[in-house]
């Protein structure tokens, strides 16, 4: 074998090693979106507890959890946020209580929704307004046309009851859903 022949063998090896160095992370980047499909973002959370909710009065709750980006991961941070309306009083049983849970996400263009004494739940963003129920507030009642392509967003919640303390608490489970759709779209 003569130096040319080690130099071409040399080449080779060094050019197919670089090529693997690059492929194995390209390829592992293509087929991520296949391996998140099957994932579930949903988080669920003990928000607030029952008693400290009045009939009526919507209460926003921030959902904490676990966020990575390109290279660090995040343990403990704010990941959304949620308003909690309670719809029973104090004489119903916490068992029995009824709940309601929205995103606090517009679903028209993602803005987050504020809460209005006068007329519900709105979206400063694009003049969005929702009533209490999340439906959205009627055109004829608002005076002009009412951006958002559906009601809010809700969320499955449950009441709990805390082993040590007994105290109750709402849980929340909470995803984030695709805007801008007529239909309510968990987001991948």
Known sequence: ???????????RAIGWTTALIVAIPGASFIT???RRRGQSDAIRQR????AN???GEPTQVAI???RQDAWVHYSAEIVGRAWVVRETDESV??????VKVFSAVCPHLGCVVQFNTERGFNCPCHKAF???TGKPVPEAELGHKNPTPRGLDDLQCQLVEDEQTGEWWVEVQYEKFEYGLTAKVVRA
Do not use: C
Request: proline fraction near 6%; charged fraction near 25%; aromatic fraction near 6%.
């Open 64 to 66: 904490t959890g676990s």
């Open 130 to 132: 929702f009533e209490l």
């Open 32 to 34: 991520a979106p296949l």
């Open 53 to 55: 909710l009045r009939v």
């Open 1 to 11: 074998m003569n130096r040319r022949s080690v130099l071409k063998w040399i080449s």
């Open 93 to 98: 049983a916490p068992q029995e209580a009824r």
């Open 47 to 50: 928000v607030v507890k029952l």
